[in-house]
C-alpha cells in the first residue's frame, strides 16, 4: 500500500511518459451523479431584485461570526427549491437572504476583533452535495483525520486508481480557516491554508492560531490591525486543498477599509457590492460541482476539475438578478468571487443594443486611484473598453444611469473567454450575461461625485512603478529581482471505455515547485507544528523586489500576494516555444522534471536573478507594456497572460510609505517576520488547491531591529 502522496510523485513521473496510462472505469468514479444537472439554460433570469449584504460596523467591540449550514433562496424565487449553503452568520442568525456576507466596514487605527466560529458540523450531516460529494483525498489538502476517512474497502474505490489507493471522499468533521485577502496583517492572523480547525474543535493545521491561546477549538479569535489605508479587501475560507469547494458553498464576505485621516472624496455615490460568482445546480435547487470522469479522466486526482466553469451567473449569492436604479450616479464594488471564470464587463441597453454607459473605475485592489479612469465599450480596441476581471480582484466603479428614461433595461454582459483568454466563449442568453439594472423615476437631484470632472479621488498615491514609463519610479530602487516561472503539469493521454481522452492538467505550479516544497540546498527549511516546509521566497521587510513571472501555460493566472499591495510594472510577450526548450534543457537529465522546482540554483543558477530559471531576456519580444490606467494602482492580485512575462513590484512594507524610503527604514506597524508566514499563489482556486501556491516568509529588515509585542503592537 502507498501513500496518497507517493502516489502523487508516481503521477508526476507518469506525465513525464514513463508509466502506461491508468485504467480508468467510469461507472463508479461518477461520485457527483447522485445529483442531476440543471441547465443554466432553463433558469429564468432577472426575476428577483440584487440581494442586499448584512453590514456590520467594525467599532470597538468584537465581532462574531459562524461559519453555518442554512437554505438562502439563491435561484430565482419561482424556482420551487432553496438552497443549502454555508456562509458567515451573526449570532442569532439562523438564515440570510444571500450566502454571502456581512460586509464589515473597519476604520483605519481601530482593530477589529473576529470570532471565527466554525459550526459548519460534520459531512454525515452536510446537505451541500457539491462540497461533500467533491473533496479530493489524493490531494495535499488539510487532511483533519490524517487519513483515517481514507481507508475505503476496495469495492468502492474508484477504478481509476490501483489498488492500494483509495480515494473515497472525505467523510469527518469540516475543517475551514478565514482569510482577510488584502490585508496588512501579522503571519499569524493571516489564515492561510495550514490554520485551519474543525467544527468539533479536534484538529487544527499546523499553523493555527487563536487570540486567547486555545491549543484546539471550533473557533479562532483574530484581532485584525487595520494599519493600512483604506482599501476594499475581502474575506473567505482558504482551507488547504478544499478551498475551491468551500468558497462554492458561500464562505466569502467584503471587509471595507476606511481612513478618517484621509476621507474619501466627498459625496460618492453610496456603495453597492456586486460579487460576481458562476455556479452551477442539479434539478432539486442544489449547489452542483464536476468533479471526476468524464470531465477530467485524471489518473492522478479523481475528482478534482482544473477550473470550475459554471453555466449559471450569480451576484451577491443570486442568480441572475436585477437593480432598479435612478438615472443618477451609483457607485459598485465589483468583486469576482468565482472558482476560475473570468469576466470582459461593459453595459448594454437590451432595447436599443447601445453600449454604455461607462464604467468610471476609481479604485483597485488596494485603495483608491490617483484619478478615475473611463472604461468605455465605445472606445478604440484596447485594454480600457470593458471591465476586465480575474478571480480575487476588486473594482470600484462608478456608474452615471442619468439621461436614461425609467423603464430602460441594461444588461451587465460578459464576453471573456472560459479558461480566460482563450477558452470558451460565453453563451450570449447565460453566462454572457451577469445582472440587469432597471431605470426608475428619479426621486431628487444628484450630487454626488462626478467621475468626468476628473477632481482627484486621492492625495497622489505612493509609486513603486511609473505606469508611463513602466519602469521602477523615480528614486526606488529594487534589493531584488526574481524571476519565475507558471506551470502547469499535464498527464498522459488516457482511454476511458473506448474513448481516447488528451492528456489533462494533474497539477498547475509556481515555480515548478509544490507548495510544501522539496529539500533542496537552495531552499530554505522552516519546520511549524512538527511539519516542515521548504521555502524559496524570503523577502526582507523593507525591502522592494521587483517579480518577473514567466507564464508557460496556455491560460492566464490571477496571482495573488499575501501580506503585501503591490503595483504592476509592465508586461512584455517572449517566444514560448524557443524559452521552454532552453527551460526543459536545464533541468538534470535535460527533460522537464515536474514538481522538481526550479531547475538551477535558486540564488546562483542565473547570475542576474534570483529564480534559478535560465534568463527570459533573450526571448523576451515586443516591447514591455505599461499597465493600463485602471491596472496603475495598488493591487494584490494581478492577471499574468500566457506567453508574456508579468514584472510587478513588491514592497514589503506599508503601502504609504514614501516611495524614496530606504529598506532599512521601511516597517510595517506590526511584526510581519519569520514562522510559517504567509504564501503567494494563483487565485483561480481550483488551481491554488492543486499546488499553485507557494509559502512566503519575511525575514527581518536589513535594518535597525525593533521590539514587537505580537497582538498588542498596532
Ligand atoms: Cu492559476
Known amino acids: 500500500m502507498i501513500t496518497r502522496r507517493q502516489f502523487l510523485k508516481s503521477g508526476l513521473v507518469m506525465s513525464a511518459g514513463l508509466m502506461v496510462s491508468p485504467r480508468i472505469g467510469v461507472s463508479r468514479v461518477l461520485a457527483a451523479g447522485t445529483q442531476t444537472p440543471l441547465a443554466g439554460s432553463s433558469i429564468p433570469q432577472f426575476v428577483d431584485s440584487l440581494p442586499n449584504l448584512d453590514l456590520i460596523h467594525a467599532g470597538t467591540s468584537p465581532i462574531e461570526l459562524r461559519m453555518t449550514e442554512f437554505q438562502a433562496q439563491v435561484l430565482p424565487s419561482v424556482f420551487p427549491h432553496k438552497t443549502w449553503v454555508w456562509g458567515y452568520l451573526q449570532p442569532g442568525q439562523t438564515t440570510r437572504a444571500s450566502y454571502l456576507g456581512p460586509v464589515i466596514v473597519a476604520e483605519r487605527g481601530t482593530p477589529t476583533e473576529i470570532k471565527w466560529v466554525n459550526a459548519l458540523g460534520n459531512t454525515a450531516d452536510s446537505e451541500v452535495l457539491a462540497w461533500v460529494d467533491s473533496t479530493d483525498q489524493t490531494m495535499h489538502w488539510a487532511d483533519p483525520l490524517n487519513g483515517e476517512a481514507n481507508d475505503c474497502a476496495e469495492s468502492v474505490e474508484p477504478d481509476n486508481l490501483p489498488t492500494g489507493v483509495c480515494a473515497q471522499h472525505y467523510a469527518g468533521p469540516i475543517p475551514a480557516v478565514t482569510h482577510l485577502h488584502g490585508g496588512e496583517v501579522p503571519p499569524v492572523l493571516d489564515g492561510g491554508p495550514d490554520a485551519w480547525f474543525t467544527s468539533d474543535g479536534a484538529y487544527k493545521g499546523h499553523a493555527f492560531y487563536s487570540l486567547d491561546g486555545a491549543a484546539a477549538t471550533n473557533y479562532a479569535i483574530y484581532r485584525y490591525p487595520n494599519v493600512q489605508e483604506a482599501a476594499p479587501i475581502w474575506f473567505h475560507d482558504h482551507t488547504l486543498g478544499l478551498t475551491r469547494l468551500s468558497v462554492y458553498a458561500g464562505l466569502a464576505g467584503a471587509y471595507l477599509i476606511t481612513d478618517p485621516g484621509h476621507p474619501a472624496p466627498a459625496n460618492l455615490p453610496p456603495l453597492v457590492p456586486l460579487v460576481i460568482q458562476d455556479r ?121 444611469f442619468a439621461g436614461l428614461a425609467p423603464g430602460t433595461r441594461l444588461l451587465l454582459r460578459n464576453i471573456a473567454k472560459a479558461p480566460y483568454p482563450n477558452g470558451e466563449a460565453p453563451r450570449g442568453n447565460t453566462t454572457g450575461r451577469i445582472m440587469e439594472f432597471r431605470v426608475v423615476p428619479p426621486t431628487g437631484p444628484d450630487t454626488s461625485y462626478d467621475p468626468t470632472t476628473g477632481t482627484p479621488l486621492r492625495a497622489p498615491m505612493v509609486r513603486l512603478a511609473d505606469p508611463a514609463t513602466g519602469t521602477l519610479a523615480a528614486g526606488v530602487t529594487a534589493q531584488k529581482i526574481r524571476q519565475l516561472t507558471l506551470n502547469e503539469v499535464i498527464g498522459p493521454p488516457t482511454t476511458v471505455d473506448g474513448v481516447s481522452y488528451p492528456g489533462g492538467p494533474l497539477e498547475i505550479l509556481v515555480n515548478n515547485s509544490e507548495l510544501p516544497g522539496t529539500p533542496r540546498p537552495d531552499f530554505t527549511a522552516i519546520t511549524v507544528g512538527g511539519i516542515t516546509t521548504y521555502y524559496s521566497e524570503l523577502p526582507h521587510e523593507g525591502d522592494t523586489e ?30 514560448v516555444n524557443k524559452y521552454n526548450a532552453v527551460y526543459a534543457a536545464a533541468f538534470p537529465g535535460g527533460t522537464y522534471a515536474p514538481g522538481f522546482g526550479p531547475p538551477l540554483d535558486y540564488e546562483t543558477g542565473n547570475p542576474q536573478v534570483l529564480g534559478g530559471n535560465p534568463d527570459i531576456t533573450p526571448f523576451l519580444q515586443g516591447p514591455a507594456k505599461p499597465p493600463p490606467a485602471n491596472e496603475a494602482g495598488w493591487k494584490d492580485t494581478i492577471v499574468m497572460f500566457p506567453g508574456q512575462v508579468t514584472r510587478i513590484v513588491v514592497r514589503w512594507a506599508p503601502t504609504g510609505l514614501a516611495a524614496d524610503t530606504g529598506a532599512i527604514d521601511a516597517f510595517y506597524p506590526f511584526d510581519p517576520n519569520g514562522g510559517h508566514g504567509y504564501v503567494w499563489h494563483c487565485h483561480i482556486s481550483d488551481h491554488e488547491d492543486n499546488e499553485m501556491m507557494r509559502p512566503t516568509s519575511v525575514k527581518a529588515n536589513h535594518g535597525a531591529t525593533r521590539t514587537y509585542v505580537q497582538g498588542t503592537d498596532y
Open 280 to 400: 452551477m445546480f442539479d434539478t432539486e435547487g442544489q449547489l452542483y460541482f464536476p468533479a471526476g470522469v468524464p470531465f477530467v479522466p485524471n489518473p492522478v486526482h479523481p475528482f478534482w476539475v482544473p477550473e470550475f466553469i459554471g453555466d449559471t451567473i450569480a451576484v451577491n449569492g443570486k442568480v441572475w438578478p436585477f437593480l432598479e436604479v435612478e438615472p443618477k450616479r451609483y457607485r459598485f464594488l465589483f468583486l469576482n468571487g468565482s472558482n476560475a471564470r473570468g469576466y470582459e464587463m461593459f453595459l448594454v441597453n437590451r432595447d436599443t443594443k447601445a453600449q454604455g454607459p461607462a464604467l468610471w473605475q476609481i479604485g483597485t485592489d488596494g485603495g483608491y486611484l490617483d484619478a478615475p479612469v473611463k472604461i468605455d465599450p465605445n472606445a478604440p480596441k484596447g485594454p480600457l473598453q470593458r471591465l476586465v476581471m480575474l478571480p480575487g480582484e476588486r473594482a470600484d466603479v462608478i456608474v452615471d
Open 546 to 575: 521587483i517579480w518577473e513571472v514567466v507564464n508557460l501555460t496556455a491560460d492566464a493566472h490571477p496571482i495573488h500576494l499575501h501580506l503585501v499591495q503591490f503595483q504592476l510594472m509592465n508586461r512584455q510577450g517572449f517566444h
